[in-house]
């Protein structure tokens, strides 16, 4: 029987960076990053304490993984897949090819659900996440507000069952529905309080902006839309004032370069709605939301 190898993590880490950045052509900072955010998630403890533990014996079941894992770094998969989990809102969200990877701006547009629902006076909320894909908008919106009831569609059976993971993993699964349809195709006929989607919205002759990795790993179905990455917003556009309250509430995330163009789809349909757009960090269109 073979001893297990002893390293530290210190040491461990300092090879991993070296592999990278020799293997993969990736800088000294991101391979630091990558490596980093491998060790805080699989020691469940953050940044500071990672550093300051640095001397310690890496365990047994990271040091098993750790050459295959920096291998997967170095083919340009996702930091966030070879863990198995991503950061969203404070919580570690289950994630694999069958899901997008929840990206930090989309915070922003829960924060947004989350400011008008602290005005909303009601006992409960019924919302409806559209392309729902890991879950993280719609659940951690469940999380944040017990009032919610929810429910998740996804033309992916893959991603509905990387929600419902989730959903388990955070104990709101008797709270929460899922439910396979294209965009309102098989959604019951009702009508919610707040609907909200972040759907494929980008144009696939808008591939040379996008990272490598991304385009290698991420789902297609979860990424691009036809119609200059407006289809489906087209179709949700068409079906909205069927589904939505009088006085509901939609929320989208949108490309920083539609804003304007899903403004006037959403105007064609809901003339009398009131719509907004709201920009991210970085003064981009990434938002827009729909009072009927």
């Known amino acids: 029987m073979e001893k297990p190898i002893k390293i530290s993590i210190l040491e461990a880490r300092k090879w991993a960076i070296q592999e990278l950045v020799n293997q993969n052509t990736m800088s000294t900072e991101i391979a630091q990053e990558n490596v980093d955010f491998l060790l805080t998630g699989a020691l469940d403890m953050n940044y500071g304490t990672l550093h300051a533990n640095m001397t310690r014996q890496m365990p047994e079941f990271l040091v098993e993984s750790w050459a295959r894992w920096i291998s997967e770094l170095i083919t340009g998969r996702p930091v966030q897949y070879v ?17 997008l990877i929840p990206r930090p701006e989309t915070e922003l547009l829960v924060d947004w659900v989350l400011q008008d629902l602290k005005a909303n006076s009601q006992k409960e909320i019924k919302i409806l996440d559209i392309g729902t894909g890991s879950g993280a ?27 419902q993971h989730n959903a388990k993993k955070f104990k709101i699964r008797d709270r929460i529905s899922f439910t396979e349809s294209d965009v309102f195709a098989q959604i019951p006929a009702m009508k919610f309080d707040v609907i909200l989607s972040n759907p494929p919205y980008i144009d696939p002759q808008d591939q040379n902006e996008m990272d490598q990795s991304v385009i290698d790993f991420e789902p297609d179905i979860a990424l691009y839309a036809a119609h200059q990455g407006l289809a489906i917003y087209e179709n949700i556009a068409q079906q909205l004032n069927n589904y939505l309250k009088d006085d509901g509430i ?43």
């Not at 863990?83 to 899901?99: K, N, Q, S």
């Not at 789809?265 to 990434?286: E, F, G, N, T, V």
């Open 83 to 99: 863990l198995g989990t991503a950061p969203f809102y404070g919580r570690e969200f289950l994630v694999d090819e069958r899901v």
């Open 137 to 163: 908008i719609v659940e951690t919106i469940l999380l944040e507000d017990q009032r919610v009831q929810g429910m998740a569609a996804d033309i992916s059976t893959d991603a509905l069952t990387v929600a």
């Open 250 to 292: 939609a929320y989208f995330e949108i490309g920083y370069k539609q804003g304007q163009a899903v403004k006037d789809l959403l105007r064609a349909y809901i003339p009398q709605a009131q719509i907004d757009l709201k920009q991210d960090l970085s003064k981009l269109d990434r938002m827009i939301r729909v009072k009927k």
